[in-house]
């Protein structure tokens, strides 16, 4: 329940644009972004909901896991040609976040992380990604589905 | 607390948990009487606290429309028995005196777990294409390979409401064999069905909603949702 709450008031605040106001309140957080979608509208308004998060908490007060698996691997699809798409996850990375890819997924649809995936290495993958959202939840980690 | 504020989760918590002080509860009355949001807040805390204490409390299922609750209480509770079983050979005299003082299934139900330490996973299912259901299927079916080839003990449950209710309806289920398949192949992995949304499609279209086999039917799929993540599940949305 404090998850959800938590998604609802995060989606209030990045609304209303007031994050930096209340930086000073949310102290440490961790947080697991789950992306399993590939339509390019989602994807951007889910690394701006990224960004905003991060403007409203402060870039050393958070730990930020985006974990792609199923279609959602295409946000680094996306990014490897994508000049945009690529800037806003590079910038992204500079701040501390980490992309996480479900290990399953490059199996089963055949794709070849070090070519196909924007600056993607052995460390950022992972087993399965449904698994590491509820290993990290277990970790103290809130879910956000953007 | 300035009165322009949200009210935190905690405020709210300890209200529902009659913690607050006179002027906190009057302050907490004064907003509930023109903050719907508020108001909602309060009757779902509500709501889950009372169908935890019933979940929890070790009574015969009542005759009404609790029963199916009741039911998965029960089945919870033959979980949490076998796990205590084990427990108990594992760590003897020291937790059968813990056990002993235990008034009832509430404090082995906290017990248990921790010591067992399994994976608790929900997927909530709320929309109902095709398409959709069977990369929801795919992706639990996954979870459950993954776990059982990494030797992890995991309970999960697949919990419908809205649109997703048509995973588990007889005769409108795409997939029902294999959710028959995936419920005998994977004795922790649990489908639940709203029954709020059973209701609904029976006042709209008229429709007498048939579940599939085994199939636990919830009172409500978003309380059931906030009931597991305050005991530690993780959430998925699928």
Redesign the interface.
């Known amino acids: 329940?404090?998850?959800?709450?938590g998604i609802v008031?995060m989606s209030a605040l990045s609304l209303g644009g007031l994050g930096a106001a209340y930086a000073e309140n949310y102290g440490k957080q961790k947080v697991a972004y789950?992306i399993?979608v590939d339509d390019e509208k989602t994807l951007k308004a889910a690394l701006g909901n990224i960004q905003n998060h991060i403007n409203a908490v402060g870039k050393e007060n958070i730990d930020m896991r985006v974990v792609m698996?199923?279609p959602g691997l295409a946000l680094l699809q996306m990014a490897n040609k994508n000049p945009d798409m690529q800037d806003k996850v590079a910038n992204l990375k500079r701040q501390g976040v980490h992309f996480n890819v479900c290990a399953?997924t490059l199996k089963g649809k055949k794709i070849n992380y070090k070519t196909d995936l924007y600056d993607t290495t052995e460390q950022d993958i992972v087993?399965?990604g449904?698994?590491e959202?509820?290993?990290?939840?277990?970790q103290g980690f809130s879910?956000v589905?953007p | 607390m300035n009165k322009e504020q949200q009210f935190s989760e905690e405020f709210i918590n300890a209200f529902v948990d009659d913690e607050l002080t006179p002027d906190e509860k009057a302050q907490a009355y004064a907003r509930l009487g023109d903050d719907v949001l508020l108001n909602h807040q309060v009757c779902e805390l509500r709501k889950v606290r009372d169908l935890v204490a019933l979940a929890y409390r070790n009574v015969p299922a009542p005759a009404c429309g609790t029963s199916a609750i009741a039911a998965a209480g029960r089945k919870c509770s033959t979980a949490i028995a076998a796990g205590l079983a084990l427990v108990i050979g594992g760590l003897g005299g020291w937790f059968l005196n813990q056990a002993s003082h235990a008034p009832d299934n509430a404090v082995v139900a906290q017990v248990a777990p921790v010591a067992e330490d399994p994976a608790k996973v929900l997927f909530h299912v709320s929309e109902g294409s095709p398409e959709h259901l069977k990369s929801v299927l795919d992706e639990v079916e996954n979870l459950m390979k993954f776990y059982r080839q990494t030797n992890q003990k995991a309970r999960v449950e697949v919990i419908t409401n809205g649109g997703g209710l048509s995973l588990l309806m007889a005769g409108i289920s795409p997939y029902a064999e294999r959710i028959q398949r995936m419920q005998k192949e994977y004795s922790d992995l649990t489908f639940v069905a709203c029954q709020n949304t059973i209701e609904r499609i029976q006042q709209e279209l008229g429709l007498q909603a048939k579940l599939l086999p085994g199939v636990v039917v919830i009172d409500s799929g978003v309380a059931q949702i906030m009931r597991r993540q305050n005991q530690g599940w993780a959430y998925i949305q699928v």
């Open positions: 329940m404090k998850k959800l709450l008031l789950h399993n698996h199923g399953n087993p399965s449904v698994a959202i509820a290993h990290l939840q277990s879910y589905k």
